[in-house]
């Protein structure tokens, strides 16, 4: 009894003994064939040369008598049309037929369309799988995956070491790398590491960077995302990539999961009343809840997540056991800003003379991002200039640049508002320096820079304010009044130049007596709340909350208030008119005064603080 495997393989070897034979019976029939013109058969014909012929559709073939001088006994011959066949052999002419075979084309016509059609369609979804991070068919199907960058160890390159300005969030973050590090020491009491911990604060102040900071100090692996990754136009992909990353990220715990933007993924569900009940990004956001819950601490996984809108994140999402703690990353204060300024300028060739405390002081309300913008600038300009090294002439005029806008040199005034420029500017600066508690006038300049400033005014403060008095905030109308009560003193007109003056004079009048409860006769109460956006959009119209007999003794203490602001700054400038006049003179002269050239001229003037 055969083995069915020997049986197998015997049969095989009999197909191919008998296909090898059948092959060599044709070659052998193939090397005995001769074709040969249709009028040479003809001739074979007539002189009794064939044996027997065989008529077929498009040949004949006949069997020689004795084999031809090629040794072949058989010929074969296109056939021709009898009629011309008989026509032709009168001439003793050679002819024969070309017999066309068309079953190339045809197949060719059914088979080259359809070849080109899936290239196409082959090629797109290659290109689109290229896109979701795939290659070829595979990364079509793979479009679920998470698109994550991982950063292995110290791969981010950030430490805290590059990192200023936000040492209280710094404090309240190495607990986590500490637990990363070593979970044994830091449970020995029984408590846990934080499951999640969300940066929030305005843009560019760093929470980016200070997370790749936290995962290169703790040497474990850093997976980064955007919010918006996660979003797609198929449904459910959505979530099937929250599902991959964190499966990922258990594969390599301890690990840290940094998801940047999180509003784009964390809006609150059913905020909008015009959206689908249970949309894509619904579904996301459920899927990334139920891993928040579905994660032990214990397993060394932590996520880290930005963002700088927390007002508008699901409340499911910050609650105790998912985002348990908020870092506030805030803008940095004065020594916050020296020490992002020493970060900076490593990269640049600065001058040993520049006092970076001069400049940090000349940038209240910078973040992170705008320092560094600031640095860059510094440096551009003295590259334009074949400076050698970045002075702090640099850094002043980079200020300048990026508060007032670039500097219009196409744009000429006529001679009439050159003249009503340089007293509307220097009466904001001599007001300034009039009252007690002013921020220090750093510049005043008559060029146009950005989209409508002519002129401006530079203020630089002397410490970082968190509060301000009435008296204060009255002082700082009156300067703003300046201008305008310059130019009424000169030229007994009003001029459209002091609109956004009015602007700022105005708003911070209503909310001395809507939200500050200054005025005494409204009593201590506020009147209306801070203007809040719904969901990042425009100011919501507020409804409001008082009589109209409330609302007229509003109108009447904010006009009083600006009315009283615009009479103390035209008494101050009445006062100092000669030094008003002098100083508009040299600012039509030169364009630009700094401090040390209004302070020169307040010397001469014997100028004297008025009292508050």
């Not at 040993?352 to 600031?374: H, I, K, R, Y």
């Not at 904001?428 to 921020?439: R, T």
């Not at 509060?467 to 459209?496: C, D, P």
């Amino acid at each position: 009894m055969l083995d069915p495997k020997a049986r197998v393989h015997l049969i095989y070897w009999m197909i191919a003994l008998v296909a090898f034979f059948w092959l060599q019976a044709l070659w052998s029939s193939y090397q005995n064939v001769q074709t040969v013109p249709y009028s040479q058969f003809q001739n074979y014909l007539e002189q009794g040369k064939l044996t027997d012929v065989v008529v077929g559709d498009q040949t004949i073939t006949g069997t020689l008598q004795a084999p031809g001088e090629n040794g072949k006994k058989l010929v074969v011959a296109v056939r021709v049309d009898p009629q011309l066949a008989n026509q032709l052999q009168k001439y003793g002419v050679t002819y024969s037929h070309v017999y066309q075979n068309t079953w190339l084309s045809n197949i060719l016509s059914w088979v080259l369309p359809a070849v080109a059609f899936f290239g196409v369609w082959f090629f797109m979804v290659r290109g689109f799988a290229e896109k979701q991070g795939g290659l070829g068919m595979g990364g079509f199907m793979s479009i679920g995956k998470s698109r994550a960058k991982v950063y292995m160890e110290n791969s981010t390159g950030v430490t805290y070491a590059d990192v200023a300005g936000v040492d209280e969030a710094k404090d309240e973050l190495k607990e986590v790398v500490d637990f990363l590090k070593d979970p044994v020491e830091h449970s020995r009491l029984g408590a846990r590491a934080p499951k999640g911990i969300l940066l929030i604060g305005p843009p560019g102040t760093g929470k980016t960077l200070l997370a790749r900071a936290v995962a290169g100090e703790a040497s474990v692996p850093f997976f980064s995302i955007s919010g918006s990754e996660f979003v797609e136009m198929f449904v459910g992909v959505g979530a099937a990539r929250v599902r991959d990353l964190f499966e990922q990220a258990r594969a390599k715990a301890p690990a840290i999961i940094f998801i940047d933007e999180l509003d784009a993924l964390g809006r609150a569900r059913g905020a909008s009343p015009f959206g689908g009940g249970h949309d894509e990004k619904e579904q996301t956001l459920n899927q990334l809840l139920v891993e928040l819950d579905g994660f032990d601490t214990g397993s060394g996984l932590v996520i880290l997540a930005a963002t700088n809108r927390p007002e508008i994140l699901d409340p499911a999402l910050l609650r105790a056991g998912r985002f348990d703690r908020q870092v506030l990353v805030d803008r940095p204060d004065k020594i916050g800003r020296v020490q992002i300024l020493r970060v900076h300028v490593r990269k640049i060739r600065l001058d040993p003379a520049v006092d970076l405390e001069q400049v940090a002081a000349l940038t209240p309300g910078f973040s992170g991002a705008d320092l560094a913008n600031l640095v860059n600038e510094a440096a551009l300009l003295a590259t334009r200039e074949n400076a050698q090294t970045v002075t702090l002439a640099d850094f002043t005029r980079a200020v300048e640049r990026i508060v007032a806008g670039l500097e219009k040199k196409n744009r000429l005034l006529n001679p009439k508002e050159r003249n009503i420029v340089a007293y509307h500017e220097m009466g904001h600066a001599l007001v300034a320096m009039s009252l007690p508690g002013s921020d220090v006038v750093h510049k005043v300049s008559i060029i146009p820079r950005g989209v409508g400033a002519l002129g401006y005014t530079i203020q630089r403060p002397t410490e970082d304010r968190y509060l301000m008095t009435r008296e204060e905030l009255e002082n700082k109308m009156a300067v703003l009044m300046g201008g305008r009560a310059a130019e009424h003193i000169v030229f007994t007109h009003w001029s459209t130049g002091a609109a956004d003056d009015l602007a700022k004079v105005t708003d911070i009048a209503r909310s001395m007596v809507t939200r500050y409860a200054m005025v005494e006769k409204l009593g201590q109460m506020t009147l209306e709340e801070p203007p809040q956006s719904f969901l990042g959009g425009p100011a919501m119209p507020q409804m409001r909350e008082y009589s109209e007999e409330t609302a007229r003794e509003i109108d009447c203490a904010v006009r009083e208030l600006v009315n009283a602001a615009f009479a103390r700054a035209e008494a101050i400038l009445k006062e100092r008119r000669s030094i008003l006049e002098e100083g508009a003179r040299q600012l039509l002269q030169r364009e630009t005064l700094n401090d040390a050239e209004l302070n020169a001229l307040l010397d001469r003037g014997s100028i004297r603080v008025m009292p508050a």
